[in-house]
């Protein structure tokens, strides 16, 4: 497995979780690596991206609450998730992305983790 996440819960209302992922080669050799999230019978939506250089992206309904961050010694990942709200409970998943193939035949690859469930309830 690339990359395995793991961290999820039930947790209550204003509480807090760590997600984390793990994954099996440098974070260095992804473009970006991210937490995405689904809730059920909703699609897939990003949560938060950190590319291997740029700016850090987080969905609006989750800015000033969830942070990610990374360790590169240990290749791993990390969502910090505080204040959590019911509409926060889903599936999160860990992402990565790097490209493949020179060009022109370049291609964009992804992995994920298989998801850790978060549950916050009222």
């Known amino acids: 497995e690339q990359l395995v996440d793991s961290g999820g819960g039930l947790v209550q209302t204003g509480g807090s979780l760590r997600l984390s992922c793990a994954a099996a080669?440098?974070?260095?050799?992804?473009?970006?690596m991210a937490w995405f999230r689904q809730a059920a019978g909703k699609e897939r939506e990003l949560v938060a991206r950190m590319p291997l250089a740029g700016a850090t992206y987080y969905k609006d309904s989750v800015k000033d609450r969830f942070t990610i961050s990374r360790d590169n010694a240990t290749n791993s990942i990390y969502l910090q998730m505080n204040n959590l709200k019911p509409e926060d409970t889903a599936v999160y998943f860990c992402?990565?992305?790097?490209?493949?193939?020179?060009?022109?035949?370049?291609?964009?690859?992804?992995?994920w983790g298989k998801g850790t469930l978060v549950t916050v309830s009222s």
């Open positions: 992402n990565a992305h790097r490209t493949v193939n020179p060009p022109p035949h370049s291609r964009r690859m992804d992995y």
């Open positions: 080669e440098s974070i260095f050799s992804f473009n970006a």
